[in-house]
């Protein structure tokens, strides 16, 4: 075992047991799956994903490139790292070389998300964050506080003093002070991993084993976001540098004195920073055998002087080219002669990057600081966003409390002067065998052969090279390629810059993006207050938008084709009743709704009388038509816009937005009341009777309620609404009433309905209904290209108006050239071809043939359908200058055979519109 008493904070009275590779393994709460493997001295091996390598366990936390695990229990989980996953009883996971194993089942856990507002957000818990978020609290500042670690103090160790005391003592004392405050939320666990504008912060938060929730998203808006996450320790590239035994001195010391964990016992440390020496004297004092190599020609005095006292061998001006060992490191190779020193561990220490990836993703510049040998966040920051501690290049524990803790800054001694940091990116060495990126095995090679290619742009190199793009995004190596990149090419690192810091800043489970919004709740499925009628009486269902729609109502014996034709005959010769409840209502009310619906709609609706239902059509920026309906003047300031099913939600989002955006002074207001009111629609030749006999207070006649109106009655009480509007091309009405009472008007019209036949259609029904009417649907006879002229309704755009969305686009003279695809009808001229949806139309030349490939195609057909009406199939069809060409005949491809179809108007029934009228 390499457990060493009188280290680390986890809890030894209590054990847990983990299986690894089919091994177990005996930790205790507050291990890592990491600590737990080095603890028993286990050499966890897997292998890189390009060329097979073994690898191990490079760091303690998220910037191990290296040891990637696959968790199998309690539940399947890919490509997570040993150093950041807790140990828990019972877990159970095995290595993997870059690519894990999805679940075969859905995940039964809980994943969710909070929002939340503050006026501080501290993201780091280290002495930097926990002093900024004291002195937002005591300042009366609403704070929040998230940091990644199962615990706060960052890599503070308990081996440091603040205000007098040992570290942990003043971390414990701050987070008790923060607990106690009313306006502080502190969340550990929690990564903030994306940092955009206007001080939105997403951070997931891991839950832990006694929640429900698995993982947790916050929505964080702050006024201010300080940036308090550290850095990150770089290490130097050299031959072989990727064998498992090869840590950063940082985890090491971190893995000591959080776990208890001695990474090993025989230790050289390569350094060029005076960081390193911290680890070497605690290791040595743990029980290693420990010496030191440092790159630099001197050695910083105090430390020199504690290594003596420990008997720890420091040689300056050593530089480490390469390692030996098998399945893990037995030696370093060292100095100009190559020497071997044996070793079970070896510790690098380049220098630190100040963890400056949440800065990045606001706009904010980094800077070259040679002192660092690193880039730092650079002044002015965007907005309210500030950076402190290591975060901002501060390094020093006495001025990163001070930077930090303003006025409230807790006090640390002062540290002793060392020696500057040398920048050291590789040392010389075979660059093939120089791993740069050791989680995608990328070489100085490859950095050489991209410059060699030509690429000198970083993000050119990241790309060829795939450095910076596994798991760990280049948290060792980003900045090592780039002072690789800026040797090779001459040039100073300053001027070579960075790659682009993207989020999220460490992996996020598909699952905790969805949240709740899995499963059925991910495309929630939404049915009618009828939907129970629908199914006893057989209803076939298809899904629109997120509403089940009773497609069609097939009798014993009946395909979808035979149930359909008998449902468009019983409407077009008696009476039919269809739910049309999933249309999208808008309710618009204010003294400005007359203008807000002048500029969205291509007609005039302030001149729609109270009373009275007009059909818009809505166009975007482009002048082509993305929604339609029916638009009732309820009074004066207030109007019900209808809309499509599937396109409710899209038209009020677009509303709102010229609303919100653009025509801030506009007196409106928008709800969406789609829900709230079910809408039966009777149609047929024998609908005035039936709404008649239902609603006998009302004049039905035609004089009396005409085409495109409306009127208010109730029923026992319940009011209802009546309008004229017909899709089908028949005499109907649409009974609006409210959803709670919707089942018992219509089990009303159904009994009235009887005498006559009355038949429930669907919407396959209604479809052919308004086909052969030559009524359009949106999104299927249409596709984002097609304005109002080409589906013949020019008339539907007012030419009164000065003024509407898409105006100047449909007045283009593109809009009228002739031979713009325009909707037409298509009869096979066999009377009983039904042609596919979607297939294209082409046309024979003068002499009968097809012309050579590629043959030119003339347009689509859009809506395909047999008609019991027209005894036959028929369809519907976009053609170029389509309107030109009624009565020609085209041919479209059906399998392997072209069927011939003649081109018609779009109306096929009642051209003249006198069934509707009534």
């Not at 950041?84 to 894990?100: I, K, M």
């Not at 414990?172 to 990564?191: F, G, K, N």
């Not at 976009?878 to 020609?888: A, I, Q």
């Amino acid at each position: 075992m390499s457990r060493i008493d009188g280290y680390g904070r986890v809890d030894r009275s209590r054990t847990v047991t983990v299986t690894v590779d089919g091994t177990p393994y005996t930790g205790h709460p507050g291990d890592t799956v990491a600590s737990v493997l080095l603890a028993h001295g286990a050499r966890p091996q897997t292998t890189s994903v390009k060329y097979g390598r073994p690898r191990g366990i490079t760091s303690s936390w998220t910037e191990d490139p290296t040891g990637l695990i696959q968790v199998e229990e309690p539940f399947p989980e890919p490509m997570l790292l040993a150093a950041t996953v807790e140990a828990t009883d019972g877990l159970v996971v095995r290595g993997v070389n870059g690519q894990g194993r999805l679940a075969e089942v859905p995940d039964t856990a809980r994943y969710d998300r909070l929002h939340t507002h503050c006026d501080v957000l501290v993201v780091g818990a280290g002495p930097a964050g926990l002093a900024a978020a004291r002195a937002a609290a005591r300042a009366g500042e609403s704070v929040v506080l998230v940091d990644d670690r199962p615990a706060a103090g960052g890599t503070l160790t308990g081996t440091e003093t603040i205000d007098g005391a040992p570290s942990l003592a003043f971390v414990a004392d701050v987070v008790a002070e923060l607990a106690a405050s009313p306006s502080v939320t502190h969340l550990q666990r929690t990564t903030a991993f994306g940092h955009y504008d206007d001080g939105f912060v997403l951070a997931l938060e891991r839950r832990g084993e006694a929640s429900r929730t698995r993982q947790r998203v916050h929505r964080i808006r702050a006024g201010r976001v300080v940036v308090a996450a550290g850095a990150i320790e770089r290490p130097i590239v050299f031959e072989d540098n990727d064998r498992p035994g090869i840590m950063l001195a940082s985890a090491a010391r971190d893995l000591l004195h959080r776990h208890g964990v001695l990474a090993g016992r025989e230790v050289v440390v390569f350094t060029s920073d005076d960081a390193a020496y911290a680890a070497a004297v605690d290791l040595a004092d743990a029980g290693a055998s420990v010496r030191v190599l440092d790159a630099r020609e001197r050695a910083p005095q105090a430390w020199r002087a504690r290594c003596e006292e420990r008997g720890i061998a420091v040689e300056t001006g050593t530089l480490v080219h390469g390692t030996r060992g098998e399945d893990h490191l037995t030696a370093a190779v060292v100095g100009p002669d190559r020497g071997e020193v044996p070793c079970d561990l070896l510790l690098v220490s380049g220098g630190w990057n100040p963890t400056a990836h949440l800065v990045s993703h606001v706009g904010g510049s980094l800077t070259y600081d040679g002192a660092l040998g690193a880039f730092r966040p650079a002044s002015p920051l965007p907005g309210t966003v500030s950076a402190v501690g290591a975060a901002n290049g501060t390094f020093a524990l006495a001025d990163i409390l001070r930077e930090a803790g303003g006025a409230d800054a807790p006090v640390a001694p002062a540290e002793e002067a060392g020696e500057p940091t040398l920048v050291l990116w590789h040392t010389p060495g075979e660059a093939g065998r120089q791993f740069v990126d050791i989680a995608r095995d990328a070489t100085v090679a490859d950095v050489a052969r991209a410059v060699g290619a030509g690429m000198t742009h970083p993000e050119h190199v990241k790309r060829y090279t795939t450095i910076g793009t596994a798991h760990d995004q280049g948290k060792t190596s980003g900045i090592l390629a780039l002072g690789i990149l800026a040797e090779l090419t001459g040039r100073p690192i300053q001027e070579v810059g960075t790659t682009t810091f993207r989020p999220p800043y460490t992996p996020v489970a598909f699952a905790a993006l969805a949240g709740r919004e899995r499963g059925d709740l991910f495309d929630p499925v939404r049915t009618t207050p009828l939907h129970g009628w629908h199914v006893a009486a057989g209803a076939e269902f298809e899904d629109v938008g997120q509403w089940k729609r009773a497609r069609h109502y097939p009798e014993p014996g009946e395909d979808m084709t035979a149930a359909v034709l008998r449902e468009c005959a019983a409407v077009r010769t008696s009476v039919g009743i269809m739910d049309a409840s999933t249309l999208g209502k808008i309710d618009v009310r204010g003294p400005d709704a007359p203008v807000l619906l002048d500029r969205l709609y291509t007609n005039m609706m302030s001149s729609l009388k109270v009373g009275r239902v007009r059909y818009g059509v809505m166009c975007g920026n482009d002048g082509m038509v993305f929604d339609d309906g029916t638009v009732l003047r309820l009074a004066e300031d207030r109007y019900l816009v209808t809309t499509t099913t599937g396109n409710a939600a899209h038209v009020l989002d677009w509303m709102e937005e010229w609303v919100q955006t653009e025509w801030t002074d506009l007196r409106v207001r928008l709800t969406s009341v789609t829900e709230q009111w079910s809408i039966a629609a009777v149609a047929g030749p024998r609908s005035r009777d039936v709404i008649g006999a239902v609603f006998p207070d009302v004049d039905v006649s035609n004089d009396a309620f005409g085409f495109m109106t409306w009127q208010d009655t109730t029923l026992d009480g319940v009011p209802v609404r009546l309008a004229r509007i017909s899709f089908s091309g028949e005499l109907a009405y649409e009974v609006t009433v409210s959803a709670w009472y919707a089942p018992a008007v219509w089990a009303r019209l159904v009994e009235a309905g009887r005498p006559y036949g009355i038949t429930p259609y669907g919407t396959e029904t209604m479809h052919v209904l308004r086909a052969e009417k030559g009524y359009p649907i949106i999104g299927q006879d249409t596709d984002g290209t097609v304005s109002p002229h080409d589906l013949g309704m020019a008339w539907a755009v007012s030419k009164k108006k000065d003024d509407f969305v898409g105006k100047r686009s449909y007045a283009r003279p593109e809009n009228r050239n002739p031979l713009r695809k325009q909707l037409v009808s298509l009869l096979p001229t066999d009377a009983a071809t039904k042609l596919p949806e979607g297939a294209q139309i082409v046309r024979f030349c003068d002499d009968g043939a097809l012309p050579p490939a590629p043959v030119p195609m003339l347009g689509h057909v859009t809506s395909s359908y047999h008609s019991a009406e027209l005894a036959r199939p028929f369809a519907l069809a976009l053609v170029k200058g389509g309107r030109e060409r009624l009565g020609e005949v085209v041919h479209v491809p059906v399998g392997d055979e072209l069927v011939a179809a003649r081109i018609g108007g779009s109306v096929l029934v009642d051209p003249e519109g006198a069934r509707r009228d009534g």
